[in-house]
């Protein structure tokens, strides 16, 4: 089984986080519905599943507004049923993710340079100039590796040093989610706030993320949610375990490969995501090619 992952599909570019396009969206999942007997993953007892069998499932992550307007009528055209993941407090409050949140103002920022003086940032990162993009897209990836507790500090100082830019309003609402249930598609968890889970050792912060989404999404959809999906694939055996006890009884990863069920746990099972990249890439990553590509050029990694 290959589960691949999508966030947003839209028209509008993006120089930090670019969105699939909808044109190569549509291409890649009539691929997919050709290549690939795709089924609904919370569908499917994947225990049965033989692993030559071409089986595939789509997902989304977060619950942003494209997916219904850009994404969905696409899916219905070729009779795709998919499994759309959302940060609860992301829909209540149509605030996007705190990753497309720093993308956004360090884009539309009006001031020219953040000052980070933290110890625990590398130094071209203490002092970031707006206008310099390159140095600009490196301070994402740098949050990514740090503690929750250590990014909140430096996001909490880019918020208020950005506190002029106004958030577009990018999610859906609880009505739109429930328009794609009604169509027959799944809604899971991916926790409350979008913080990496995994990050932290705060067990109490893990345990509410996991529990007051669920509870939510119970409560505007009827439904409990059985699949946790880890924000940014962020995760550890604690963050398993109070998975297991908020009663989600499927855990979501990234790591970018095929799913083999009688060798990923449950709660850890891969993904594959597809970027908004060119049409020959996008098919090689569809066929492993590119991560088998990076093994031989790394192996080990």
């Known amino acids: 089984m290959i589960n691949f992952l999508f966030h947003r599909v839209h028209p509008e570019r993006d120089q930090l986080w670019d969105p699939m ?21 919370e569908e499917t007892d994947v225990s049965t599943l033989a692993k030559h069998q071409r089986v595939a499932t789509v997902m989304f992550d977060d619950g942003y507004l494209d997916n219904l307007e850009y994404a969905a009528p696409i899916l219905q ?5 998919a499994s759309f993941y959302v940060a609860t407090n992301c829909i209540n409050q149509n605030k996007p993710t ?18 980070l003086p933290f110890e625990y940032i590398a130094e071209p990162l203490k002092s970031v ?27 909490d100082s880019i918020h208020a ?3 002029d830019v ?33 990050t932290t050792d705060n067990q109490e912060l893990v345990a ?41 009884t499927r855990g979501l990863a990234t790591k970018q490969k095929r799913y083999h069920p009688d060798k990923d746990p449950i709660f850890e099972v891969p993904r594959v ?28 990694s």
């Open 98 to 115: 705190w990753t497309y949140e720093l993308d956004y103002k360090l884009q539309h920022a009006t001031c020219a340079a953040l000052e």
């Open 21 to 41: 396009d909808v044109p190569l969206f549509e291409k890649a999942i009539k691929y997919i519905s050709n290549k690939f007997d795709v089924v609904c993953f």
């Open 77 to 81: 055209k070729y009779n795709i049923k």
């Open 208 to 248: 509410y993320e996991l529990q007051a989404s669920a509870k939510t999404i119970q409560e505007e959809l009827g439904h409990f949610p059985t699949t946790i999906s880890y924000p940014i694939g962020s995760y550890n055996h604690t963050t398993i375990e109070l998975s297991k006890e908020a009663g989600y």
């Open 273 to 300: 995501e597809l970027y908004n990249e060119s049409w020959p890439k996008t098919k090689m990553r569809i066929h492993g090619v590119v991560e088998q590509i990076k093994r031989i050029l790394k192996p080990g």
């Open 161 to 163: 040093q950005t506190a």
């Open 166 to 198: 106004e958030l577009p309003k990018l999610m859906m609402n609880w009505q739109e989610v429930q328009q794609l249930k009604n169509a027959g598609h799944y809604i899971g968890s991916h926790s409350v706030n979008h913080y990496m889970l995994g």
């Open 129 to 155: 100039q707006l206008a310099d993009i390159d140095t600009v897209a490196k301070l994402k990836p740098a949050l990514k590796k740090m503690s929750y507790e250590y990014r909140s500090k430096v996001l």
